[in-house]
């Protein structure tokens, strides 16, 4: 846990990649990305698969081809015409010369629109880019336009390369011989020839590096060998394939594909577990741009071209990288509450304008909470073709001494003791599953790994996490590889308590089985619901196996006899009830005792209330009661503490979360009470109204209508608007909104593709976030039949300042 923003530079190398000093708006070219790094490389402190790269290698620089930041070609705009590429040739002597009977290729058609065979059969036609994008195993077409017929003596050689020293043997340099068998999985074949074309079918590796190539023709003949002249129209991209049985990322159900593939746009939950709150989230993984942004992540770390085919290495990299922390990462993470130099957390409604900025400036984007990180990394995953879902761990711990047990201290009067308590619980925490084969564990160990962006702790001295089996973490098995230990402990451990004694000692009074880990979920499948899979990450809680793999696990850590001491007399139960307290009003706190023995009890009970990040980091107490309560054998009894907004108002921070820390001391048999009970206060939603049919190419209006639910003004607000397919990212400025005030704005949009899309839009202000709103458009085809979608925006969100339409009193 950070208290503050971090800018860290250069942890993973000794000569760190500096930005720089004054960013420009306009595109400009990029960072030289092949500086050698002096010190113990990422690769050899990160992946050990890696770390065996000789200094020779010289394939990890930036992917070649002509695009500026935004990753837009030249003179391509948004025509619509099919892009065949055509030019001069040269023989392979090099000298020019184009004999007579030489095969000339004249030009290439590699069908790359959406609306060809290819985009739709790779299930890649939803991205906003002309240029072709392929998944790896899958057969794709192309069109060879030749200067004469092409005869059965002909030889002729497709040729991919990626990065700036291709090499056969290290797959960044493909050679598929047509009508031959191929390496790895790579061949080619005639399909139709015809006058002067020449159709193919061209095989892939199931195994080939993810990327940009560039692609390119070698023939021979009789009169001598051609080599078709580099174009970056015919730059080609290739990605993972859940589709293809033969891919380690392989998802055999279309659903699951649907879903954590294909899927924009998903729901972020947070809050606490009797209070879920959710948001949606613009996943854009299909945005024009993005796929940009997610291959420069990769370019940016320097990461080996020959290791991109292996998605272990790579979603372990962009763990690394979403995070600003040691490499100039995505986005920095901010936990102190003050985001004036950047974006609060709370504010942004999806993944788009935050990757489009990385790529566009090559700075680091203020600022990032875990929600952020675990949104941008499954855009980045799913772009890249990993199956990825968003999960939300309720109660999830932070273990900083490997002990895998939450541990918190008391003094005598069990009063926290805040500097002894480095243990956190986090009211909720979000990271990511993505699914894959563990070639690289033993058998078992296959489907979903946890991956987690979120800067919490260093792996092998780096700010990343996993992948991880969540089979390991369900069996406790710490000691497999990456990151289990950390992972386990935020869904499995215990929470004990420690008191400390007259002598200065430290007891265990009270062991918290059940308060780790408490709900894990995510998304469901095809709706909008929420699916749990606590399950998969751990045994039913108190059952025999869910023991044992406490025990195995914590058998490992840094206290493997941290239960010796426990005492277990517990004969009068504590609960706590909070009511659906609403941001702005008064609330009250309950707390039952129940006396679950035979003879009467005499409970000494105190409460403590402050406010406390979701982090679990808390602020002083502001208010606190102490009561004696007498209970008969099997009866309860009710202490209730009342609060007002002017109680709490000066002491909010985000999330509007508050801890009630309850301790008590039963007078007859010693037996001492400890609990902590998180709740929220709910923030209202903004209303968004759609005026009018939407579709595509033609102009649509969207009314947003908020209302104030704090009786003081809201000063500096701003509105984020964002969803793929129908509004690029969009900041709205609209001033101050009063006390009580309702206020109505409108706003236009021209959707770019048909389907069913969402509308995202969020309020922030110093004085209250985490306001969010969606509707879902259902967009119709344009009278073409076709989306539209143009460059326009690539360069970063929009900004205006609105004039209210409307507004209204209480």
Not at 105 to 125: I, P, W
Not at 202 to 216: E, L, M, Y
Not at 500 to 518: H, L
Not at 775 to 789: C, E, L, Y
């Amino acid at each position: 846990m950070m208290d503050g923003p971090r800018s860290d530079m250069g942890r993973w190398s000794g000569s760190p990649w500096q930005p720089p000093a004054t960013p420009s708006p306009e595109p400009e070219p990029e960072p030289d990305r092949r500086s050698r790094r002096g010190g113990r490389s990422f690769w050899a402190r990160c992946c050990a698969c890696c770390s065996c790269r000789s200094g020779a290698d010289d394939d990890w620089g930036p992917e070649s081809g002509s695009r500026d930041r935004g990753g837009r070609r030249p003179d391509r705009g948004s025509d619509s015409r099919r892009p065949i590429s055509r030019g001069s040739g040269v023989n392979a002597a090099g000298d020019g010369t184009i004999r007579e009977g030489m095969l000339v290729v004249t030009g290439v058609d590699l069908l790359s629109l959406r609306s060809d065979q290819n985009r739709r059969e790779h299930h890649t036609d939803e991205f906003e880019y002309d240029e072709l994008i392929l998944r790896r195993g899958q057969p794709f077409h192309m069109v060879l336009y030749l200067s004469r017929p092409y005869e059965s003596s002909d030889r002729v050689t497709l040729e991919l390369h990626i990065g700036n020293n291709p090499e056969v043997g290290k797959g960044t340099h493909v050679i598929i011989p047509v009508g031959k068998g191929g390496s790895g999985g790579w061949r080619a074949q005639v399909t139709k020839s015809s006058g002067q074309n020449l159709n193919l079918r061209v095989h892939t590796s199931p195994n080939a590096i993810i990327g940009k190539f560039q692609f390119t023709v070698r023939t021979h003949s009789d009169a001598g060998e051609f080599l078709l002249p580099f174009d970056p129209h015919n730059e080609i991209y290739i990605l993972f394939n859940p589709w293809c049985s033969e891919d380690i990322v392989y998802v055999d159900r279309e659903d699951w594909r649907q879903e954590y593939v294909l899927n924009e746009s998903g729901r972020i939950y947070y809050g606490t577990e009797a209070q879920i709150g959710e948001r949606t989230w613009n996943y854009g993984q299909f945005d024009h741009g993005v796929l940009d942004a997610c291959l420069y992540i990769l370019d940016r770390r320097g990461m080996p071209y020959g290791g991109r085919g292996d998605p272990v290495s790579v979603s372990r990299v962009v763990s690394a990288m979403v995070n600003s922390l040691d490499d100039n990462g995505v986005l920095i993470g901010n936990w102190s509450g003050d985001y004036s130099r950047g974006t609060n957390p709370s504010a942004w409604v999806g993944s788009v304008e935050i990757l489009l900025s990385y790529l566009r400036t090559g700075y680091s984007v203020p600022y990032g909470q875990c929600w952020v990180f675990a949104g941008v990394t499954t855009t980045v995953l799913r772009c890249l073709g990993l199956a990825t879902r968003t999960i939300t761990n309720f109660n999830s711990a932070h273990d900083t001494d490997t002990s895998l047990t939450m541990d918190i201290y008391f003094d005598e009067n069990m009063k926290p003791l805040e500097h002894l308590n480095h243990d956190s619980v986090w009211n909720f925490h979000v990271w990511n599953d993505c699914w894959m084969k563990r070639p690289d564990l033993p058998s078992g160990f296959d489907g979903w790994q946890v991956v987690d962006a979120t800067p919490q702790e260093t792996s092998s001295g780096i700010f990343c996490c996993g992948p991880c089996s969540v089979e390991s973490i369900k069996n406790g098995l710490v000691y497999m590889k990456y990151d289990t230990p950390f992972i386990f402990a935020e869904v499995n451990s215990d929470k004990v308590y420690w008191q400390r004694q007259d002598d200065g000692s430290f007891k265990i009074v009270y062991v918290e089985e059940k308060a780790i880990g408490t709900l894990i979920i995510t998304k469901a499948i095809g709706s909008n619901m929420r699916e749990e899979v606590t399950h998969i990450y751990k045994h039913p809680e108190g059952s025999e196996a869910e023991r044992k793999a406490v025990e195995t696990a914590t058998a490992h850590g840094s206290k493997p006899n941290v239960y010796a001491t426990r005492d277990s007399t517990e004969d009068v139960a504590v609960q706590v009830e909070t009511q659906d307290a609403v941001m702005g009003q008064d609330l009250t706190v309950s707390v039952v005792l129940t006396n679950r023995g035979s003879s009467r009890r005499t409970v000494k009970l105190h409460l403590y209330l402050s406010v406390t990040f979701y982090t679990g980091v808390t602020g002083p107490v502001f208010k606190e009661n102490k009561k004696e309560v007498v209970l008969a054998p099997g009866a309860s009894d009710r202490v209730t503490m009342p609060v007002a907004y002017k109680e709490y108002q000066p002491h909010l921070v985000d999330q509007g979360a508050m801890l009630l820390n309850v301790s008590g001391h039963v007078k007859e048999n010693g037996q001492v009470l400890a609990k902590q009970h998180t709740f929220r206060l709910r923030t209202p939603d903004l209303s968004l109204t759609l005026l009018g049919a939407a579709m595509v190419g033609q102009e649509c209006e969207v009314q947003i209508v908020f209302k104030n639910p704090l009786p003081v003004t809201l000063t500096n607000v701003v509105f984020r608007l964002e969803g793929s397919g129908l509004q690029r990212p969009k900041i709205l400025n609209v001033g101050d909104i009063g006390g009580n005030e309702t206020v109505t704005l409108r706003q236009t949009f021209v959707p770019v593709r048909p389907g069913p899309r969402q509308l995202i839009a969020s309020l922030d202000s110093p004085q209250l976030s985490q306001v969010h709103g969606v509707i879902q458009v259902d967009v119709a085809p344009a009278s073409g039949g076709r989306g539209v979608f143009s460059d326009a925006g690539a360069d970063g969100p929009s900004g205006e300042t609105i004039p209210m339409a409307s507004r209204g009193g209480a």
